[in-house]
C-alpha cells in the first residue's frame, strides 16, 4: 500500500491558516493524481541517456510507433502538471474561504449602488480576512475616499478599511475585532468627501 507523506509533517504549524488551507488544496490533488504509471515495457526498453547524447549522424531512428508511445507519454505528463499548477495558483490577493457573505444596498446617497462583503475564517491570533465587491459607486473627487464600518446599534463605530473606487471595486480587508460585540452583519459603507471625517454619510448598509 502507497504511503502518503502527513500534511501536517510537511508544512508545519507556522503557516497562516489561509495559506494553509491553499497549500492543503494542493496537497490532497497531489494525493489524489498518485504516483506516474510505470512505464511499459516499449518505454523501459529505450537506451537512455546513451542514445540521447550520442552523435545525431549515424543514430539509429526509433520506430514510428514508439515515438508515439513516447510522445503521448510526454503529453500526458504535460497536462497532469499543468493542472496541478494551476490549482495551486490559482488564488488571488483578493481571494478567500468565505465563511459567510452580506448583502449590502444602496441607501438614498447612493440608489444604484450594491456590494457584497465576504468573511473569511479567522486565524489563531484573532485576525479575520474579509473581501468587498462593491459596483454602482461614484468616484469621489481627489481627497475623497470610501470607509467601511462595523456597526453597534446601528451606528458605525469601529473602521475596517479605507478604499477608493473606479467602476466596479474589489478590495481585500484584514481586521481584528470580537465580532459578538457589534451588530450581526452590521457593516455599512460611508461616503467621505474631501475635508470631511465624520462616517455620516452612509451609502451601502445590509440589505434587509
Known sequence: MR?????????GGDVPAEERERLRRTHDLLVQAGPP?????????VPWPDDALAPLYGRKRKPAGQRRLLLAAALATAVVIGVLLGQATSSSPTSIDAR???KL???????????TLELGKGD???????????KNLKKLPNGGYYDLYLTRNGKPLVLCGT???????VVRF???YDLD????NGWVVTRQPRGHHEPDQIVLKPAV
Open 163 to 169: 478604499f477608493n473606487v473606479d467602476g466596479e471595486t
Open 100 to 102: 459567510r457573505a452580506i
Open 174 to 176: 484584514t481586521a481584528a
Open 181 to 184: 460585540r457589534f451588530d450581526r
Open 3 to 11: 504511503q502518503v507523506p502527513d500534511f501536517d509533517d510537511l508544512i
Open 37 to 45: 504509471p510505470e512505464l511499459s515495457p516499449e518505454m523501459e526498453a
Open 124 to 134: 489563531r491570533h484573532g485576525n479575520w480576512p474579509m473581501v468587498l465587491h462593491v
Open 105 to 115: 444596498h444602496g441607501t438614498e446617497l447612493a440608489r444604484n449602488a450594491e456590494g
